[in-house]
T-cell receptor
Framework: NAGVTQTPKFQVLKTGQSMTLQCAQDMNHNSMYWYRQDPGMGLRLIYY???????DKGEVPNGYNVSRLNKREFSLRLESAAPSQTSVYFC?????????????FGDGTRLSIL | GESVGLHLPTLSVQEGDNSIINCAYS??????FIWYKQESGKGPQFIID???NMDKRQGQRVTVLLNKTVKHLSLQIAATQPGDSAVYFC???????????WGAGTKLIIKP
């Protein structure tokens, strides 16, 4: 079972470059999420999509944009990468809202901005 | 493997002993709580959850206890095994929103 698939697994960018992180889930989940994880901290929510066609800001949305391409796919875009965006990025999905529903995670994209 | 945290609280437990990992949550309105396990280089993996109308919930080798009076959550792992080595996160959710609030994590080390 694939679950949540993230691409790429690793990426190095120069300051000012742009890139898109891809995420796809095959569990027919309605809700999808993007988190970042920095050393010594728990996960912080960047953006989420409660259902196909909707997106909302999370705790740390500045510098990012998202697209819910269809029910399966949710992408995260960095328009002009900054060193402060060096982090591990996780995509997650759930049947519905986090209310009483565990989220399922991909294995992350490790992003370094030089 | 890659470390997920540089200054995490660490719990060292002898193989075969029971482990207790504690978490203080922040929002008295939170009504859903989850424990996740994160192995090096992997995404968080769901372990067990509990709703605020419960004090205790048991799974396979794991038990979660919730004390709403002091806003405290704990995860008990019975007969700890080498495969239990990981960082453990608690997370809380308030029913009115989509956001999980995550704790900083505890690193569990199993001594042979």
């Amino acid at each position: 079972n694939a679950g949540v698939t993230q691409t790429p697994k690793f990426q190095v960018l120069k300051t000012g470059q742009s890139m898109t992180l891809q995420c796809a889930q095959d569990m027919n989940h309605n809700s999808m999420y993007w988190y970042r994880q920095d050393p010594g901290m728990g996960l912080r929510l960047i953006y989420y999509s409660a259902s196909e066609g909707t997106t909302d800001k999370g705790e740390v949305p500045n510098g990012y944009n998202v697209s819910r391409l269809n029910k399966r796919e949710f992408s995260l875009r960095l328009e002009s990468a900054a060193p402060s965006q060096t982090s591990v990025y996780f995509c997650a999905s759930s049947v519905a809202a986090p209310k009483d529903q565990p989220q399922h995670f991909g294995d992350g994209t490790r992003l370094s901005i030089l | 493997g890659e470390s997920v945290g540089l200054h995490l609280p660490t719990l060292s437990v002898q193989e075969g002993d029971n482990s207790i990992i504690n978490c203080a949550y922040s929002n008295s309105a939170s009504d859903y709580f989850i424990w996740y396990k994160q192995e090096s280089g992997k995404g968080p993996q769901f372990i067990i959850d509990i709703r605020s109308n419960m004090d205790k919930r048991q799974g396979q080798r794991v038990t979660v206890l919730l004390n709403k009076t002091v806003k405290h959550l704990s995860l008990q792992i019975a007969a700890t095994q080498p495969g239990d080595s990981a960082v453990y996160f608690c997370a809380e959710n308030e029913a009115s929103n989509y956001q999980l609030i995550w704790g900083a994590g505890t690193k569990l080390i199993i001594k042979p």
